[in-house]
């Protein structure tokens, strides 16, 4: 069964912080990595993963993963309050009868005060 | 990305009611799912809502319990039957369009049953 930990479960920071939220992972055939951000109901789709040592970044936000750990790491840089928020980290199986399935981590729960 | 509508954003039910929600996208989508978020819990997959077919379910939900509907490739209903207050979650369906895409959320229909 897939499995999915992200650590800490829950954080607080104050703004201009910079923090690092974690992902480790069990698939049977990994496919691909994603981050998402959740403020109210909806996840908002972050970065996808899918290849070791490659960088993403989008503004103050990057993402990194190792295939052969088995793990990915987000960055935040200078915090902000708008930040808060659980951060979710889900795996994509390849192919098969998993196909397209996410299974995510129990999330972090971000709080960035003022 | 897929402008994804789900509704309703939110409702209060009786127990032993049934309420059917709608995910609605702005475009053809390969797939569908339909997920569940209980109180303080991580996403879990109830199922994957297939074009023309009966939905895949995922261990622990049945289809008497969670009926689902696809009735072509930018529509799915997902019904939660005989309410509980164990059924009181938020409610998310994800689209994609193929496996090296990632899957966006519809809004989210937040679901508490007395």
């Known amino acids: 069964e897939d499995k999915v930990v992200q650590s800490p479960l829950s954080l607080v920071v104050h703004e201009g912080d910079t923090v690092t939220l974690n992902c480790s992972y069990e698939?049977?055939?990994?496919?691909?990595l994603l981050w998402y951000k959740q403020e109210k109901k909806a996840p908002t789709f972050l970065f996808m993963l899918?290849?070791?040592?490659i960088e993403k970044k989008s503004g103050r936000l990057s993402s990194i993963l190792d295939k052969k750990e088995l793990f990915s790491i987000l960055n935040i840089t200078a915090t902000q309050t708008g930040d808060s928020a659980v951060y979710l980290c889900?795996?994509?199986?390849?192919?098969?009868?998993?196909?397209?399935?996410?299974?995510f981590g129990q999330g972090t729960i971000l709080t960035v005060h003022p | 990305s897929a402008v994804i509508s789900q509704k309703p954003s939110r409702d209060i039910c009786q127990r032993g009611t049934s309420l059917t929600i709608q995910c609605q996208v702005d475009?053809?989508?390969?797939?569908m799912f339909w997920y569940r978020q209980q109180p303080g819990q991580s996403l879990t997959l109830i199922a994957t809502?297939?074009?023309?077919?009966?939905?895949?379910?995922e261990s622990g939900f049945v289809i008497d319990k969670f009926p689902i509907s696809r009735p072509n490739l930018t529509f799915s209903t997902l019904t939660v039957s005989n309410m509980s207050p164990e059924d009181s979650s938020i409610y998310l369906c994800?689209?994609?369009?193929?496996?090296?895409?990632?899957?966006?959320f519809g809004d989210g229909t937040r679901l508490s049953i007395l």
């Open positions: 994800s689209v994609g369009t193929g496996s090296n895409q990632p899957q966006h």
């Open positions: 698939v049977t055939n990994f496919r691909s």
């Open positions: 899918t290849s070791s040592g």
């Open positions: 889900a795996v994509v199986p390849s192919g098969g009868t998993s196909y397209g399935k996410l299974t």
């Open positions: 475009s053809q989508v390969t797939m």
């Open positions: 809502a297939n074009q023309g077919s009966e939905a895949t379910y």
